[in-house]
């Protein structure tokens, strides 16, 4: 089915047709006997033929650290959710953890012409503001917070205060693994909020072991046996990550040590692995589907011209107690 068809059929010239599907003048009753044919028969314009007439490809770039991510699945989940019903399709582009690459990843999508960009940063320099500022898309950040830039972040700060808040009850020597400050969020923010709890629960932030881990299970196990070789007497741990939290896991057990009553231990992030461990490990959920649907909504505010204000939107958090904590296994 092409124009020339619907032409013969609605008995027009695919002139006429041509105006139709332009926004051209076309009088009412040809306009709607165009109509009826073209929702009868079906009929698409080619992506060419839309491209040439609304100067919009329907393609929208999305940037991701890691495909594998679980929260990120559920992030671009919620993004194409929105997208699809608008219409729109994802071109996905997976940085493998590496901030230079988002970079060139910002850059080279622009060269394929989408109509906007989704960033799920990671460590956020002044140059991927300067990038951002400088784009001829509409481009959201999601994950991260940037300052007087279109983004959805999480409140990481208060997620892991209150993570924290939570097990320093039954705490006698806590621990904490994180990951690197230059990741804002998952780094600088989740560590702060756990150093404020410890001190708003009169724990003496000195005394605290600390290690930085990446986000993998093997970091985890390995920061954990450190942490038990230098402080054998720790019995509390908690860690930026659900992923972390699982390899510390791993290594507590092999080192013969019971949980929660030997050593309880926390991740954050709500992960499907950490609701299925054993025990179930107590965790922060963060709505991560509903803030890729929130970016994506307000990225297609922006492509039509709806969203003139800059909006920095903060999703919120919960604890989700389980098996890992002493205090949810004494009540049980």
């Not at 020339?4 to 009753?29: E, F, H």
């Not at 963060?286 to 990225?299: F, I, P, R, V, W």
Request: with cysteine.
């Amino acid at each position: 089915m092409n124009i020339s068809d619907i032409a013969r059929l609605a008995g027009v010239s695919k002139a006429t047709v041509s105006r139709y599907l332009n926004d051209g003048y076309v009088s009412s009753d040809k306009r709607e006997n165009i109509k009826r044919i073209i929702e009868e028969t079906g009929y698409k314009p080619s992506s060419q033929a839309r491209t040439l007439r609304t100067k919009r490809t329907g393609m929208i770039g999305v940037i991701i650290p890691k495909i594998s991510s679980e929260s990120v699945s559920r992030m671009v989940e919620g993004i194409g959710s929105i997208l699809k019903k608008k219409g729109f399709k994802l071109l996905l582009a997976d940085t493998a953890n590496n901030s230079k690459e988002e970079l060139t990843y910002l850059n080279a999508l622009k060269e394929y012409n989408v109509d906007g960009i989704i960033l799920l940063g990671t460590v956020l320099s002044k140059q991927h503001r300067i990038t951002i500022e400088e784009s001829e898309v509409p481009v959201v950040v999601l994950a991260q917070q940037l300052e007087g830039s279109p983004c959805v972040y999480y409140d990481d700060f208060d997620a892991a205060k209150s993570l924290t808040d939570l097990m320093v009850k039954t705490a006698r020597k806590i621990a904490y693994i994180g990951v690197s400050n230059k990741d804002r969020a998952t780094g600088k923010n989740r560590y702060d909020g756990f150093m404020t709890a410890s001190r708003e629960n009169n724990i003496d932030t000195n005394r605290i072991i600390t290690k930085e881990a990446d986000y993998s299970l093997e970091a985890g196990y390995e920061q954990a046996g450190k942490i038990l070789q230098e402080v054998p007497d720790v019995d509390t741990i908690v860690c930026a990550t659900d992923n972390i939290a699982l390899g510390a896991i791993k290594r507590i057990r092999e080192l013969g040590m019971n949980i929660p009553q030997d050593i309880q231990i926390a991740g954050m992030g709500d992960s499907h692995m950490g609701m299925m461990s054993t025990p179930e490990l107590t965790s922060i959920h963060y709505y991560y589907k509903t803030g890729g649907m929130e970016a994506a909504k307000l990225l297609l505010n922006m492509i039509s011209g709806e969203e003139m204000v800059v909006r920095e939107i903060k999703m919120s958090c919960k604890v989700v107690g389980r098996q890992t904590h002493r205090e949810l296994e004494l009540s049980s």
